[in-house]
């Protein structure tokens, strides 16, 4: 589907779901292009949910944030790359290695059963976490601006396809990298909306319009008394 669609621009995250549940708010939001399948879901259902979508025509985000050493995150995005997913995502704190070996990875484990090798992303700084908390909580000198700027760059010289961000840093990093670079913003609410558990936020024709490629969406669809509706909305809000 083409980028000019917006609905290729908004993933929406369904992670409160089982699979009847997940299937069901499908059926009932037929244009819904993309779909993100989290920790919570995936642990709750395993990789069978991936075909279960894929059987449905879905695009797939699996967002499992692998962090951990070199060798076991290159293991982790091998078999992941076998699963027939578009994007997954790491953490660019593991460092340059871990993400280098993780890209050589999935291209690998893809080709091996003649599958587009997914695009990998990278976490820089969870949207969750608040300037003070930042601060305090993990005792860093610098801003959070600063740390996802130079997160980004480890991403980019490491050769992913982009990287995650809140969409209040999108802008900057938009000036820096071409449209190539794919950043994916999470933290996407209405004025209305409760930030839940999400602190850095920003409504969905802000963050595209700063330069995000795709948005994440989640309780502001699915928690909807109209998820069609609000969908839509947001399309025609971003066109």
């Known amino acids: 589907m083409s980028l000019n669609n917006p609905s290729d621009k908004i993933i929406v995250a369904i992670d409160g779901m ?58 982790a995005s091998y078999h992941v790359s076998k699963l027939g997913v578009d994007i ?9 290695k871990a993400l280098q070996l993780s890209k050589e990875a999935t291209i690998k484990g893809a080709r091996e059963i003649n ?30 601006e600063e740390n996802v700027l130079s997160l980004s760059k480890l991403t980019y010289d490491a050769g ?20 190539k670079f794919k950043l994916i913003t999470p933290g996407i609410r209405f004025l209305i909306d409760d930030k839940n558990d999400q602190s850095r936020v920003m409504s969905p024709v802000d963050a595209i319009s700063n330069g995000a490629s795709k948005i994440v969406v989640g309780r502001a669809i699915t928690k909807s008394n109209n998820p069609n509706k609000i969908f839509s909305e947001i399309c025609n809000s971003i066109i």
């Not at 990998?120 to 601060?135: E, R």
Request: charged content about 25%; proline content about 6%; glycine content about 4%.
């Open 115 to 144: 599958n587009k090798p997914p695009e990998v992303i990278a976490i820089t700084v969870l949207t969750s976490i608040s300037p003070q908390d930042f601060k305090y909580e993990l005792n860093r000198e610098s801003s959070i």
């Open 88 to 96: 997954i995502s790491l953490h660019a704190s593991a460092g340059l």
């Open 18 to 75: 089982d699979r009847n549940e997940a299937i069901s708010f499908l059926k009932g939001c037929p244009d819904i292009s993309w779909v993100k399948v989290g920790l919570e879901l995936f642990t709750k259902e395993g990789p069978t949910i991936i075909n279960t979508f894929k059987d449905m025509d879905k695009k797939i985000f699996l967002d499992l944030k692998f962090h951990d050493i070199p060798n076991t995150m290159s293991s």
């Open 160 to 179: 992913l396809d982009g990287c995650v961000c809140s969409p209040l840093e999108v802008k900057s990093l938009r000036d820096k990298y071409d449209d």
